[in-house]
């Protein structure tokens, strides 16, 4: 009996995953799955204990959804991506297996390990791999010289025409196997890596996932643009800690966008259209880290920003951290992000701006600090972001664009509620004066509980410009 064997990473479901729909065709074939875990490997990609947590979880859900359909599914720990390959070489040979099939990672070692792989099981050993966590793949949405875009709108653009031709339909789960064995579930070991409680925001599994989906698109996804800046509201969908590590695949999200507003295409200043915009991004930027594999190695893309002079600032690094800055609307931002493993988008530009753009700080800190704390942690988009906060990356903001901590917060948590919900020391500072909290103590007469500013807006503007300015110049 021909034997296939799924290998499961950040894919963990069985709906709409096209490695395990591609091993299960064969109705006489024995399906088995595996899952590696590699804890020295997340640890040198940072990778939070929250997310850790998610993905054990996770692996449980999927455990019994594969045992009801006769999959069983093995588990093994080893240190790294070569110890890994190593040991399934030997696994592949103890089960007999014909074909390994996977569903592509695109983050540069995870590439180099499934090359050895594929060199290591050789022609003994089929493997399929699968582009299956992106909408197109890497590599499909080029200019006219063939060429990845190194902007986002013209790379819309072209995504959007090349999307309407495609096929991205979401494939059903699989049927239980006609020959599967009676399966019986092992035990799942922890992790060998630190965990973390995951906010019962996030619930696990992947009906839990899909109802989410369901619920954002048909009851929230209309007012998307007007409340997606706004952090006191619950307007985005939180669905990036599932997207993150597979529990939902971005066409379950497109398909069931279409399915609740069949404009969506056409309605382009529409709130369905600006989420859509959103999964768009995320795939522009894992296009972009096949298309140049130095933002995997935290390597800027504009390459004259790395002659920036960063400051050495440990103590205001490790206040920023803290959520202790003496801005409210970044420290509320941080501490949101220490509770809960989750930060609102418009909070994440926020607080990089400060951390690079008034503290001067490497952006490189910022972005291992998210990975370390996020529970929708993802290098693609992580870097992404941080780049572009940092004036650093493909489309950035330029370098001259610096937010204003105070503004921003004015503009989108004018009456303080985000504010106050993270940061109690300010509950008693009226709405009109909780931007800017020590001026309404000092006229009080009052003490607050909350550090001063440990920086001026200013004066630190005007050093970030010198700063990128002298950088400039050099290279040219």
Not at 27 to 43: G, M, N, S
Not at 327 to 355: C, E, K
Not at 419 to 447: G, M, Y
Request: aromatic residues 10%; glycine residues 6%; contains cysteine.
């Amino acid at each position: 009996m021909t034997t296939h064997l799924v290998w499961f990473r950040n894919d963990l479901r069985i709906t709409d995953n096209r490695a395990l729909h591609a091993a299960c065709e064969d109705p006489q074939a024995r399906v088995i799955a595996l899952f590696i875990a590699t804890p020295e490997q997340w640890k040198q990609h940072e990778m939070a204990p929250r997310q850790a947590a998610f993905i054990y979880q996770h692996l449980q859900s999927l455990q019994h959804s594969l045992a009801e359909r006769g999959i069983p599914l093995h588990y093994h720990q080893c240190d790294d991506f070569a110890a890994s390959v190593n040991w399934m070489k030997g696994f592949c040979e103890t089960e007999t297996v014909d074909a390994i099939f996977y569903n592509k990672q695109y983050e540069i070692n995870e590439r180099l390990r499934d090359d050895a792989l594929e060199k290591a099981v050789g022609a003994d050993v089929l493997c399929h791999a699968f582009d299956d966590s992106l909408l197109l793949p890497p590599g499909s949405v080029t200019t006219g010289n063939n060429e990845m875009y190194k902007v986002y709108t013209p790379f819309r653009r072209a995504f959007l025409s090349r999307l309407t031709e495609s096929d991205s339909r979401s494939l059903p789960a699989p049927k239980a196997r006609e020959h599967g064995q009676k399966t019986v579930m092992h035990k799942l070991m922890p992790f060998d890596y630190p965990l973390e409680n995951i906010d019962e925001n996030f619930a696990v599994g992947e009906d839990a996932a899909r109802n989410q989906l369901r619920s954002f698109c048909r009851e929230q996804v209309q007012d998307y643009l007007q409340q997606r800046d706004l952090p006191a509201v619950d307007g985005t969908s939180s669905l990036s800690p599932y997207l993150a590590i597979g529990v939902l695949s971005p066409r379950q999200c497109f398909n069931r966008l279409r399915t609740e507003c069949p404009d969506v295409l056409d309605r382009t200043d529409g709130g369905a259209f600006g989420w859509l915009n959103e999964l768009i991004w995320r795939e522009f930027y894992r296009h972009l880290i096949v298309a140049w594999p130095k933002l995997c190695k935290h390597q800027p893309f504009v390459g004259w920003t790395d002659g920036v002079h960063w400051r050495h600032a440990p103590e205001e690094l490790q206040a920023w951290k803290e959520g202790k800055t003496g801005y409210p609307i970044v420290d509320a931002a941080m501490r949101q992000l220490n509770a809960t493993g989750w930060m609102h988008n418009r909070l994440r530009m926020i607080v990089a701006s400060f951390l690079v753009k008034d503290l001067l700080i490497n952006w490189r800190e910022g972005e291992r600090y998210f990975m370390s704390q996020l529970l929708d942690g993802d290098l693609a988009a992580n870097n992404g972001g941080w780049q572009w906060g940092a004036s650093t990356g493909t489309d950035a903001a330029p370098y001259f664009r610096i937010f204003n901590p105070t503004t921003q917060g004015e503009r989108f948590d004018k009456a303080g509620r985000f504010i106050k919900a993270w940061i109690p020391e300010l509950s008693d500072v009226p709405e009109k004066d909780i931007h800017t909290p020590h001026r309404w103590a000092e006229k009080q007469h009052r003490v607050l509980d909350y550090p001063l500013p440990i920086i001026d807006h200013a004066r630190a503007r005007k050093d970030t410009l010198a700063a990128f300015e002298a950088a400039k110049n050099r290279s040219d």
